[in-house]
């Protein structure tokens, strides 16, 4: 059987060029992009500014269609983890935080994930595939017209399931829909891809799209990062701080890179690791967010006290750095990304099933 090319991941050069390749005009790319990411549409019979001939030429040539909803959770404090099926089987999560003025989508770029960070539930999975940009900004459509009568997203994080620099085509066309002011129009700092350290693709990523970048550190020795984010032997912390120091070099305007550092107790909280990551980062733009490691099945790490969470952030903040600490949300349901579709996965086997949530 003969499938649909899905045109709802198409940005708006790719839009053009595919109504000029149907000798249509370009301007039918605008009109495109409001009904689906404004207006939440996605019946081309409804479109009511095309003719009746192109609806037609349209529906019978390409289709727009986001992901499933496979299930939805909603956690005590107002978090609502998605659990979404693929069309090719595969589950990704994604997880909506709201808070006072804003409300934060966190989007997967792959289903599982290859770098198998000692920490992360994800990484636990292994590699299944990249998401293809409709299934990214899939999410973010979901999110916002799923249900009528909802608040809109404001601001979009890479920090879902998935490397996203090892995925750099779809995430970078994702990300202009997520920024144009046709779609939906979020600024910069509204959209935060978050990585590991892939130092060619960070390079490259200035000259794609701008947004917001945020780098998985989680420790500032070189030796330890290769134990906990293996990728690092491929690109070790010195050409990781160069890149980030040539990417800021790109904007004239002041800009912060947000650096990301998981606390894990005995392993990287004590003071002496917070020198080194004070010292490491003397010369970067930057605020640091400090995340208390979160539990899962079959990972021995623990979440260090809040005492030694709040001197390891002191102590960053007394030689002058922005540090804030992000408790993790959502934990009732399972709050940090990859924990559900491996609950899911055990839960196949026969295992326990995902436990204390409240489906809705
Ligand atoms: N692959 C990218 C983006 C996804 S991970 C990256 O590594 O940056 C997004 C964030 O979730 C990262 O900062 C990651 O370290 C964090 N994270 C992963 N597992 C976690 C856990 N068990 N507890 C707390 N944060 C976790
Ligand atoms: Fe992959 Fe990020 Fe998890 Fe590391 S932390 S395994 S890079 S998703």
Redesign the pocket.
Known sequence: MHTKKNILGYSLESLELFFSEINESKFRAKQLLKWVHQKGVLDFGLMTDFNKDLRKKLSSIVCLKPPLIHKKYQSNEGTVKYLIELESGSMIEMVEIPEKNRRTLCVS?QAG?A?Q?T?????AQGFEKDLTSDEIIGQLWLANFHKKNKDLITNVV???????LLNFDAVVESAKIMKHQLAYGLSRKRVTI???GIVPQIDKLADSVDVSL???L?SADNGLRDEI?PINKKYPINSLINSCKNYLLNYDNKRNITI?Y?LIEGVNDSIEHAKQLSKLLTNISCKINL??????DG?E?KRPSNDKIGDFKDFLMKKGYIATLRM?RGDDVDG????LVGNLRKSIKGKKLISHETII
């Open positions: 770029s994930c770098l960070c920490f992360c539930a994800t990484g890479f920090m879902g399931m998935g490397e996203p978050s990585t590991s945020a780098i998985s989680h984010v990301e998981i995340i208390p490691f979160n539990k899962f990972c790490y993790t940090a990304c990859g924990q």
